[in-house]
């Protein structure tokens, strides 16, 4: 797996995990195409981070922060360590526990990518809790990647959902932050 674009484009990164399943380079690509310019100097949220590979992607196109995380981070620190990334934060915390962190901390983000494990059960829970602890800001992009089998996330009345977009086995769920 490689960095598609940006200022790390081609640089390798690790990935090979049982525990992990990396979000593809075509989802990649088709997320910061759906993005576009609203990458530049945006504060960037992954949770499930996995391999942080879109954390990653997201520094080489232009965001100025990115914060990751995951209860399992070895491997994103590996690339963390070998790409020198400053401005790439890693916190091994529940998602769940994470947002609520983050929200007493008043940190809120333009993007959010949240790739769970497929059969994750809290989806919706998830996404209230965004809500609840207001973490993204206002007009701000939540993006949800799912099984393309599972409606439940684009049911959610937390956020104005704009377009479901399928690439094979996934689905990008996109939704606004309408307050």
Known sequence: ??????????MALD??????RPTTS????????ILGDRIDGAQFLELFCGSAAMSIEALSRGVDKA???DVQLDIAYKNKTRLKLGNLFLYKKRAEDA??????KQEQFDIIFI??????KGKNELLLS?????ILKADGILLFEAENSDKEVENSRNFELIKTYQYGQSQIICFRNIK
């Open 67 to 69: 914060v990751a995380i």
């Open 99 to 104: 947002v609520k962190i983050l929200g007493k």
């Open 130 to 134: 965004i809500s609840k602890f207001d």
């Open 26 to 33: 075509k989802v990649r690509g088709a997320v910061f195409s």
């Open 15 to 20: 990935y090979e995990s049982k525990r992990i």
């Open 115 to 120: 790739d769970p494990p497929y059969g994750y």
């Open 1 to 10: 797996m490689h960095v598609i674009a940006g200022k790390y484009k081609g």
